[in-house]
T-cell receptor, first 116, second 107 residues
């Protein structure tokens, strides 16, 4: 499972409050991703990172920010949560092709966020 | 039009049947992934392929780069195969996901 853990796994919060989701990996993979999954939309990319302090926006980045100050942690922050951000959030890593790795994807178990 | 289209969206079959799920894409890709998601569960990578065919147990994945099409086959299907199967293609930097195929195998 590439040692990916997400926290918290479940959170209920109120509109306007800040929320931070954490993705932690134990294998020093370079590429990390945050997705949201909603009915009828499949997985949509919010932000991704290709190294420490190197991040870029995905297709649904409005209202979200990320930080990656060390290889193992990729944080997703909702500065002021809205009800439209109620979703299940998945973190993923992609193994590179060096060292015999295959470029496979590994996902965290998901964080279910409800914004009331 | 979505860059990645899966068909069918929903599939119900009886235990033991041969299952095929299709994925068509419209962009140039370097790799294609098949993922499995059980109800309420996490997402597991089944295959990553860039050409030809791969087999793992009862699962077989094929890809035709010229036709921009991939198929996932399940032989001797079982109720535990019931899940959502997701196709994802990797372009220059990012992955693009299909909306998934919900498979239900009845005993």
């Amino acid at each position: 499972d590439a040692g990916i853990t997400q926290s918290p796994r479940h959170k209920v919060t109120e509109t306007g409050t800040p929320v931070t989701l954490r993705c932690h990996q134990t294998e020093n993979h370079r590429y990390m991703y945050w997705y949201r999954q909603d009915p009828g939309h499949g997985l949509r990319l919010i932000h991704y990172s290709y190294g420490v302090k190197d991040t870029d926006k995905g297709e649904v980045s409005d209202g979200y920010s990320v930080s990656r100050s060390k290889t193992e942690d990729f944080l997703l922050t909702l500065e002021s949560a809205t009800s439209s951000q109620t979703s299940v959030y998945f973190c993923a890593i992609r193994r590179g092709l060096a060292g015999g790795h295959t470029g496979e994807l590994f996902f965290g178990e998901g964080s279910r966020l409800t914004v009331l | 039009k979505n860059e990645v289209e899966q068909s069918p969206q929903n599939l119900t079959a009886q235990e033991g049947e041969f299952i095929t799920i299709n994925c068509s894409y419209s962009v140039g890709i370097s790799a294609l992934h098949w993922l499995q998601q059980h109800p309420g569960g996490g997402i597991v990578s089944l295959f990553m392929l860039s050409s030809g065919k791969k087999k793992h147990g009862r699962l077989i994945a094929t890809i035709n780069i010229q036709e921009k099409h991939s198929s996932l086959h399940i032989t001797a299907s079982h109720p535990r195969d019931s899940a959502v199967y997701i196709c994802a293609v990797k372009g220059a930097q990012k992955l693009v996901f299909g909306q998934g195929t919900r498979l239900t195998i009845n005993p």
